[in-house]
C-alpha cells in the first residue's frame, strides 16, 4: 500500500494521538519515567493501514491495543525525533492536532537535551503534558504499562 503524505496528516488529525506519559517507576533515579509515544489505533480489521505506516515512516511496532483494536506505535526517542517529527513539521496537520503535535515537539526537543532525566525537567514536560490531549491528566500516572 503507498500512502501519500497528505493522506496521511488527514488520517493522523481524525485517527492519530500525541502522547507524552509520566509514569512512577523507582528503577529510574528520580522515581518517575518520561514516555513519548505517537499512536495511531484502528480496528484489527485496518491492519493493512498500521502496517503501511509503519512501513512508510521505517520504525515503530504494530500491537494488540485492546479488545479488536490494533495500534501502530513509535515510543523510540530518535525516531520520533529523526522521522515523526520532521514529517509533521513538513506536512501541517490541519486541525487542533496541530498544538499538540507542537508540544509533544518541544517535550520531544527536551528529551533529547536530558531534560527528563532532572527534577526540573520532568516538572516542566509535566506542565506542557498537563495541556495536551483536551487538557491531559493533570496528576502524575501510576505505572501500568
Not at 509520566?22 to 495511531?40: D, P, R, T, Y
Not at 501502530?72 to 492536532?97: A, G, M, N, S
Not at 532525566?117 to 493533570?138: A, F, H, W
Request: charged share 30%; net charge positive.
Amino acid at each position: 500500500m503507498n500512502l501519500e503524505a497528505q493522506w496521511i496528516v488527514g488520517f493522523v488529525d481524525g485517527e492519530g494521538c500525541f502522547h507524552i506519559a509520566i509514569n512512577s517507576n523507582q528503577e529510574m533515579k528520580l522515581g518517575v519515567q518520561v514516555l513519548a509515544e505517537f499512536v495511531v489505533v484502528q480496528h484489527e480489521s485496518d491492519r493493512q493501514i498500521l502496517e503501511a505506516l509503519k512501513a512508510f515512516w521505517g520504525c515503530g511496532v504494530v500491537r494488540k491495543n485492546n479488545k479488536d483494536c490494533l495500534c501502530y506505535r513509535v515510543r523510540d526517542l530518535e525516531q520520533l525525533k529523526t522521522r515523526i517529527v520532521p514529517f509533521f513539521e513538513k506536512h501541517k496537520l490541519k486541525t487542533k492536532k496541530r498544538i499538540d503535535f507542537e508540544k509533544f515537539r518541544d517535550v520531544i526537543a527536551l528529551m533529547d537535551q536530558q531534560a527528563h532525566l532532572t527534577l526540573e525537567g520532568v516538572e516542566k514536560i509535566n506542565q506542557i503534558r498537563k495541556t495536551m490531549n483536551r487538557k491531559g491528566i493533570s496528576k502524575i500516572e501510576s505505572s501500568s504499562s
